[in-house]
C-alpha cells in the first residue's frame, strides 16, 4: 500500500472520531442555559468545549493527511450531512434532562474504553491526543454516571425518566463498537483500535452503573445503525443547518 493510500485511510478515521465529538459537543451547546441549575449549566458547557477542543485537534490532523488543501474549518463547517461519518448516538437531540445523561453516560463510558485504547497508537500524534481526551473522557465518565445514580435512584418521576432515557437511546450504543476493513487494516497496523473488542469493557461499566441506580438494562435488540458511512437520523441534517450557517454565509470565518 503506498503512503497516500494510507494517509487517506487515517484520515477517514480521524474524521469519524472528530465528528463524533464535533457533534455531541453542538448538543451539549444546544442544552446551555436548560439545565436544571446553575452548576450544571456550567458543567455542560465545559463539556461542549471538551468535545469541540479535541474534535478540532482531530480535524486539524485529518486535514493535514488527507493532503487536499482544507483546513479544519472547512472539514467542520463545509461538509454535507451525508459526508459526516459520526456514530447515530451523539446527534440524537436533547430532551429533558435525564434523556442528555442518558446519552452522554452512553457515549462517555465508550470513548473512555476508546482513548485509553488509542493512547498506546503507534502514530505519536494520535497517541497524543487521545491521551489528553482519555483525562478529560474520566471527568466526563464520573459526571454523567453520578446523574445517572442519582436519577435513577431518586424520586419515582426522577427514575421513570432515567428509565425512558435509557430505553430511547439504547439503539443507538452497538454501533461505536462496530468496526468495517478500514478500521480492521489501521488495527492491524498498531494505528488504530479494534473497536469491536472494547464492547466487554464498556458493558461492564454500563451494567455497574445501571444496578447502582436500580434501573433495567433495555432488552430491545435492535441496533440502529449507518452513520459511520454517512446515513443519518433525520435529526443531524437539521443540526447542521443551524452550525454551520454562519460560515456559510460568510465564507473564511476562523475558530
Known amino acids: 500500500m503506498n503512503k497516500t493510500a494510507i494517509d487517506i485511510e487515517l484520515a477517514t478515521y480521524l474524521l469519524r472520531l472528530a465528528d463524533d465529538n464535533m457533534v455531541i459537543g453542538q448538543r451539549l451547546g444546544e442544552y446551555l442555559t436548560r439545565a ?14 471538551d468535545h469541540i477542543g479535541v474534535a478540532q485537534h482531530l480535524y486539524e490532523y485529518a486535514a493535514e493527511a488527507e493532503g487536499k488543501g482544507r483546513s479544519a ?28 445523561m442518558a446519552r452522554q453516560f452512553f457515549f462517555d463510558a465508550y470513548q473512555l474504553v476508546l482513548w485509553g485504547a488509542l493512547a498506546a497508537s503507534h502514530n505519536p500524534r494520535l497517541g497524543g491526543i487521545a491521551s489528553q481526551a482519555e483525562k478529560e473522557a474520566r471527568y466526563h465518565l464520573r459526571h454523567s454516571s453520578g446523574w445517572v445514580i442519582k436519577l435513577g435512584d431518586g424520586t419515582a418521576e426522577s427514575h421513570q425518566r432515567m428509565q425512558q432515557g435509557i430505553d430511547a437511546l439504547w439503539r443507538f450504543t452497538a454501533e461505536p463498537f462496530e468496526i468495517d476493513e478500514l478500521e480492521a487494516e489501521l488495527a492491524m497496523d498498531c494505528v488504530a483500535t479494534d473497536a469491536s473488542a472494547l464492547r466487554d469493557d464498556w458493558e461492564t461499566t454500563v451494567d455497574r452503573v445501571l444496578g447502582e441506580a436500580t434501573l433495567r438494562r433495555p432488552e430491545d435488540p435492535y441496533q440502529a445503525s449507518g452513520g459511520r458511512s454517512g446515513i443519518h437520523t433525520e435529526h443531524l441534517g437539521h443540526m447542521l443547518a443551524e452550525m454551520q450557517w454562519m460560515q456559510r454565509s460568510y465564507p473564511g470565518l476562523e475558530w
Open 36 to 49: 436544571p441549575e446553575l452548576e450544571e449549566d456550567l458543567a455542560v458547557g465545559n463539556l461542549a468545549l
Open 73 to 100: 474549518d472547512d472539514l467542520a463547517m463545509l461538509r454535507s450531512e451525508r459526508e459526516y461519518s459520526n456514530c447515530l448516538l451523539v446527534e440524537q437531540p436533547n430532551g429533558d434532562f435525564a434523556n442528555v
